[in-house]
T-cell receptor, first 116, second 112 residues
């Protein structure tokens, strides 16, 4: 079945540091890949996504590239801010043309704390 | 516009009680998903509706869990005879089609 493995946390960084959260996946075909973020006290929000190999998703200074050869979708940000403190989840959904199978499979989440 | 809403936000149930959790999806969203998120874990899929049809319930952990969406809008997740292992955050998400799933704030269920 489909599965996602992401870097365990927690991760603590200073402001303006570089952030990387590793994510690898197991799936058949060509899944879509996502990063979701959960800020303290809030619900899950989509941060970025990529739907095919070599696509780069980006948003709010975060980037992730869909690497089919390494089955990875690592999240990066060059200079984090205190407001980036949150829990980050890597997720996949199956190949889009597989009927009736749109459920997301999530990693366990990585808690990131950015200190001023 | 309004997002996905869930109620109640918090629920404490004694072991053996039945509970009902409600999800109001974004208006016009055809698809609705329920997920269970245990403490410190990622969400796990429970069930999926397209309009009123429950197309996938493979993630429901036992026959104590039941979900419905009778008019293709509001959905209710019911858990009968709650057990301590049912303690988790229950998340609802909706989507117009095959695109981004929009999540509600979740219902935190604690079974004592």
């Amino acid at each position: 079945g489909n599965s996602v493995t992401q870097m365990e946390g927690p991760v603590t960084l200073s402001e303006e540091a570089f952030l990387t959260i590793n994510c690898t996946y197991t799936a058949t075909g060509y899944p879509s890949l996502f990063w979701y973020v959960q800020y303290p006290g809030e619900g899950l929000q989509l941060l970025l996504k990529a739907t095919k190999a070599d696509d780069k998703g980006s948003n709010k200074g975060f980037e992730a590239t869909y690497r089919k050869e390494t089955t990875s979708f690592h999240l990066e940000k060059g200079s984090v801010q205190v407001s980036d403190s949150a829990v980050y989840f890597c997720a996949l959904s199956p190949t889009p043309n597989k009927s009736n199978d749109y459920k997301l499979s999530f990693g366990a989440g990585t808690t990131v704390t950015v200190r001023a | 516009g309004a997002g996905v809403s869930q109620s109640p936000r918090y629920k404490v149930a004694k072991r053996g009680q039945d509970v009902a959790l409600r999800c109001d999806p974004i208006s016009g969203h055809v698809s609705l998903f329920w997920y269970q998120q245990a403490l410190g874990q990622g969400p796990e899929f429970l069930t999926y509706f397209q309009n009123e049809a429950q197309l996938d319930k493979s993630g429901l952990p036992s026959d104590r869990f039941f979900a419905e969406r009778p008019e293709g809008s509001v959905s209710t997740l019911k858990i009968q005879r709650t057990q301590q292992e049912d303690s988790a955050v229950y998340l609802c998400a909706s989507t117009r089609g095959l695109d981004e799933q929009y999540f509600g704030p979740g219902t935190r269920l604690t079974v004592t």
